[in-house]
């Protein structure tokens, strides 16, 4: 393992509950085809372990009746353990007194190191693990065992069928056995799902580099390799596990004559491959940043991988493939991390679109269900494509249901456009611009009909939440969602725009078109002093003393909890759970966002971006881990670039120090993990690609010495260096480049010195 520490993260002590599931989450091993908790294989689930086994898009449905009703919940399935190791000696159980874990993101590899206590003497153990990111169905372990005593050891290589989904506390009370087991035979174990019907079969084969032959002890529940040995004090013994896992293919021969060395080989070979030629280094005075930066990295390349994606129907989930939080659900996260793989590996980007794209029919469905038009996505997607979110949900305090307006974030829609936006801009893809259309033209054209018109010659958008979670409907209100809520209208105000750009072209139908011209510049948006309210009546809600709720209730970042919990909401006040309005700065960058507001008719001060920034931080709790980013960005833009890097600092740390208090359990959050690299790239480095042409204007914040960083825009190939004096751009083929302002031809592979003044 390298001995650089910003290429490795390891955790030394024992811990336990949410803390070790937290970490295992981290531990997780993935190449886009599974996912692969970091649970040690001596465990199973307690309170303080959860062996997670996920495959990308394998979902099921359950049923279950709470408080007289019947609730159906999909989720994506955790599959037998295939990983666990029982180890005897002299047929008593060994006891666990220390373990050291390492993930190590040069080659892929999680490993551990234990101390067993047993009744002879201390046993040492070490395992290393790995997932094959080119032969992606299979993965595995090396188990290493170094007696320090003689005594009879017995070691059970097991794959335990008796697996339920209950990595998350709050869902235990909800049928969670998602799968029937069809048969275990010596070397093989076929499941299927109970409601989706999906079959899935795990191939393991254990050897050792002693000769011990093995005997099967399979039981109704367990496949079991079981191997008998003297055990010499100090002498180590190796075992090799290789697991095959598939849902159409019998991977029985690729097992058996796959080495665990070549599974490693390839593991490494990728990795290197990959940090060559898209590591992102940055030089700065904070311990460590940089690795926190490349364990982003890490985990967003384990999320996707174009060797599996390519051949997938599925996107990223919230929480990846580390953990079931959100069910295994995919949301709008897509729109923070798709822009990461469409500018290192687009092919990766378009994989996952292609998730939405075969699922227009259903978004249709959806629309047509809830008498709307066009295509109506859900907040929450898992199989099909139909809504996953809830519609009511159980008060635990009084046992009664109340609404759950979550699914009013129609902004879903906007996310995806913008990620097509993004997508062929970068790569000026036109056969995917010709897949992709149909999509765009159906989420216009649900926005379309959900405008009405103010009998002022304008347009108002109702009944929609934005981004915010804390709010979900005007007080006292009998329905949710809210009146022209800034972050949905500027943003459909660039999607119809966007439609009037295309139809230069693109055919697109007449009608649609005219619409798009007639309502693109004529939404409605309240704005009062320059700042621009988060939605209609907005600034007429209460406002709220965060810092004397802080004084009294310590951690407020749920702060919509602590209201609840003494009988009020969080609907009455002005707070927020994330950046709403400020989201456009993300998306769009502030100088399209004024020019969009304006478009609308509404003129802001020369000091707008500084005032909205202000004005909300003061008001936003961040309790989603997605917030600080938005944060960064805007105050770059206002100049406030040290502030912005501590920001981005605690965001980085978001899921390595579960800064939600426990949360990084039910899986990591890829989210905030792409927006580290946006804020990075975007707003420090100040890179921008759009109309074909890279710029770089760089905002270095104090204490920052170096960025380096690999782009592939329009099939070019860039390496950028930005110091605090000078830009280095390398590209892989002749072209302009424009620098501060300054336009530059580079020639291909000659590396151009630039001298700028971030001042």
């Known amino acids: 393992m390298n001995s650089d520490s910003n290429w490795y993260i390891d955790y030394q002590k ?126 595995g372990f090396e188990l290493e065992l170094t007696p320090e005593f003689e005594g009879e050891i017995q070691v059970d290589s097991v794959v335990d069928t008796q697996i339920l989904n209950q990595n998350v506390q709050r869902y235990r009370d909800f049928d969670s056995r998602e799968f029937e087991v069809d048969e275990i035979s010596e070397q093989q174990v076929s499941i299927t799902t109970r409601q989706s019907a999906r079959q899935v079969k795990l191939f393991v084969q254990t050897t050792n580099d002693q000769g ?29 596990k290789v697991i095959g896992i598939a849902t159409k293919h019998d991977l029985t021969k690729t097992v058996q004559t796959t080495s665990l060395n070549e599974i490693f080989k390839h593991s490494f070979d990728y990795w290197q491959s990959f940090w060559r030629d898209h ?4 030089e700065n005075d904070q311990p460590n940043f940089q690795r926190l930066v490349r364990l982003n990295i890490f985990h967003l390349q384990q999320a996707a991988n174009h060797h599996a994606n390519q051949f997938l129907d599925a996107s990223v989930p919230a929480r990846g493939l580390t953990g079931e939080g959100y069910r295994g659900h995919i949301f709008w996260d897509e729109l923070f991390i798709l822009p990461y793989y469409t500018r290192t590996e687009p092919d990766v980007a ?62 879903v829609s906007l996310a995806i ?9 970068v790569t000026d893809d036109q056969e995917f611009m010709d897949q992709a259309l149909a999509m765009i033209l159906g989420i216009a054209k649900f926005w379309l009909n959900k405008v009405r018109t103010d009998g002022q010659g304008r347009y108002d958008l109702c009944g929609v939440m934005g981004p915010d979670e804390f709010h979900e409907k005007y007080p006292d209100a009998a329905s949710g969602g809210f009146k022209n809520n800034a972050y949905t209208n500027i ?19 007449a009608v649609l078109l005219q ?120 105050l770059t833009d206002i100049g406030q670039s040290s502030k912005a890097a501590q920001y981005l ?23 905030v993990m792409g927006e580290t690299t946006a804020v990075i790239m975007r707003s420090f480095a100040g890179i921008d690609f759009e109309d074909g042409k890279l710029q770089i204007s760089p905002k270095l914040p104090a204490g920052w010495q170096t960025i380096i960083l690999h782009l592939t825009l329009r099939h070019v190939n860039y390496r950028i260096e930005v110091t605090a004096k000078e830009v280095i751009v390398t590209a892989f083929e002749s072209v302009e480049v424009g620098v501060c302002g300054q336009n530059y031809l580079l020639n291909a592979h000659e590396p151009k010195v630039i001298l700028v003044n971030q001042e």
């Open 212 to 240: 011990i032959k093995s005997y099967s002890a399979n039981t109704t529940t367990e496949l079991v390799e079981r191997f008998n040995f003297a055990g010499h004090k100090d002498h180590t013994y190796k075992f090799a």
């Open 491 to 509: 943003m459909v105000s660039w999607l119809l725009d966007w439609i009037i750009e295309l139809s230069q072209d693109f055919k697109i139908d």
């Open 417 to 425: 456009a913008y990620d097509v936006w993004d997508y062929y801009q």
């Open 14 to 139: 024992i811990t336990t509950g949410k803390k070790s599931y937290g970490q295992e989450a981290i531990l997780t091993l993935g190449n886009g085809y599974l996912g692969w908790r970091g649970a040690p294989v001596f465990s199973q689930f307690d309170q303080n372990h959860y062996p997670g086994l996920y495959l990308a898009g394998l979902y099921n449905q359950t049923s279950t009746m709470i408080a007289g009703r019947e609730v159906v919940n999909e989720d994506l399935v955790n599959l037998p353990n295939p990983q666990l190791i029982r180890i005897f000696v002299d047929g008593q159980k060994i006891e666990e007194v220390n373990r050291h874990s390492w993930l190590d993101f040069a080659t892929g590899q999680e490993i551990d190191e234990y101390d067993f206590k047993t009744t002879k003497g201390l046993l040492r153990a070490k395992t290393t693990k790995v997932v094959d990111p080119i032969e992606f169905h299979l993965l």
């Open 279 to 282: 590591d992102l280094v940055v």
């Open 515 to 634: 619409q798009a011209k007639e309502v693109s510049h004529k939404l409605n948006l309240e704005i009062r002093d320059g700042i621009i309210a988060q939605f209609a009546g907005y600034f007429e809600l209460k406002e709220i003393d965060l810092a004397a709720y802080a004084k009294e209730y310590g951690d407020i970042h749920r702060i919509d909890r602590v209201l609840k919990s003494i009988g009020k909401s969080p609907d009455e006040y002005q707070v927020a759970k994330q950046a709403d309005a400020l989201m456009c700065i993300y998306n769009l960058g502030a100088q399209k966002t004024k020019q969009i507001i304006e478009r609308l008719g509404y003129d802001l001060p020369a000091d707008w971006l500084a005032r909205n920034t202000e004005y909300y931080l003061a008001r936003t709790t961040h309790g989603s881990t997605t917030s600080r980013p938005v944060f960064a960005m805007a």
């Open 649 to 671: 600092m605690t965001s980085l740390e978001a899921d390595f120090a579960d800064i939600q208090g426990g949360t990084t359990a039910e899986g990591i959050h890829v989210g």
């Open 350 to 411: 378009k994989d996952l679109l292609k998730y939405r794209i075969n699922r227009l029919p259903a978004a249709r469905r959806n629309a047509e269900l809830a008498g709307e038009k066009g295509a109506m996505y859900p907040w929450q997607s898992g199989m099909t494509g139909d809504e996953q979110a809830q519609s009511i949900h159980l008060n635990p305090l009084n046992n009664e249901w109340e609404p759950d307006n979550s699914r009013l974030q129609r902004h």
